[in-house]
T-cell receptor
Framework: SQTIHQWPATLVQPVGSPLSLECTVE??????LYWYRQAAGRGLQLLFY??????ISSEVPQNLSASRPQDRQFILSSKKLLLSDSGFYLC?????????????FGPGTRLLVL | KQEVTQIPAALSVPEGENLVLNCSFT??????LQWFRQDPGKGLTSLLL?????REQTSGRLNASLDKSSGRSTLYIAASQPGDSATYLC???????????FGTGTRLKVLA
């Protein structure tokens, strides 16, 4: 069965510090991978998606970047965090099936920038 | 630009009631629509996926319908239970893309 892991679960970082969040998927090959952010009181916002190794599409201009060094690994990074980067970060994966493309979400990382 | 709206934002009902959550979207050119459940501080769990060619999907006490022409979907929960308390999110994938656009959710509380 497929599983998706995210770490760390929670993170408190000072403004201006770097960031690296990791997401890994097990039990599937060549998935589409996604990073979302959920800010307090707001809906999920798609940040990045990837259809393959080294292929990253950015949805909104921001202080963050993403990389996919391996088929089932997706990393979200920042060189210098801003207060506005605080939020709940969710990684998701999907594969196309005859029944459509269902997205499966990880447990999330709660980031607080102080 | 596709926009997804969910009404109501919050809902509190006594246990045992049947209830309907609403989702509307502005562009009917969608690939599919998905309903998710999110418990506080947790990730999202997929409940039902409706392809653009389908009218409804059922899973246990849940039934989701899709009316593309009017840009609406409803999630029907039968015989609600306290364990159903969570935030329910609706998301649509515009045609030609797998990038879901999410509504802001309906926060449901079922009282024992």
């Amino acid at each position: 069965s497929q599983t998706i892991h995210q770490w760390p679960a929670t993170l408190v970082q000072p403004v201006g510090s770097p960031l690296s969040l990791e997401c890994t998927v097990e039990g599937t090959s060549n998935p589409n991978l996604y990073w979302y952010r959920q800010a307090a009181g707001r809906g999920l916002q798609l940040l990045f998606y990837s259809v393959g190794i080294g292929q990253i599409s950015s949805e909104v201009p921001q202080n963050l970047s993403a990389s996919r060094p391996q088929d089932r690994q997706f990393i979200l990074s920042s060189k210098k965090l801003l207060l506005s980067d605080s939020g709940f970060y969710l990684c998701a994966w999907s594969v196309a099936t005859s029944g459509g493309e269902t997205q499966y979400f990880g447990p999330g990382t709660r980031l607080l920038v102080l | 630009k596709q926009e997804v709206t969910q009404i109501p934002a919050a809902l509190s009902v006594p246990e045992g009631e049947n209830l309907v959550l609403n989702c509307s979207f502005t562009d009917s050119a969608i690939y599919n629509l998905q309903w998710f459940r999110q418990d506080p501080g947790k990730g999202l769990t997929s409940l039902l996926l409706i392809q653009s060619s389908q009218r409804e999907q059922t899973s246990g006490r849940l039934n989701a319908s899709l009316d593309k022409s009017s840009g609406r979907s409803t999630l029907y929960i039968a015989a609600s239970q306290p364990g159903d308390s969570a935030t329910y999110l609706c998301a649509v994938a515009p045609r030609g893309t797998y990038k879901y656009i999410f509504g802001t959710g309906t926060r449901l509380k079922v009282l024992a």
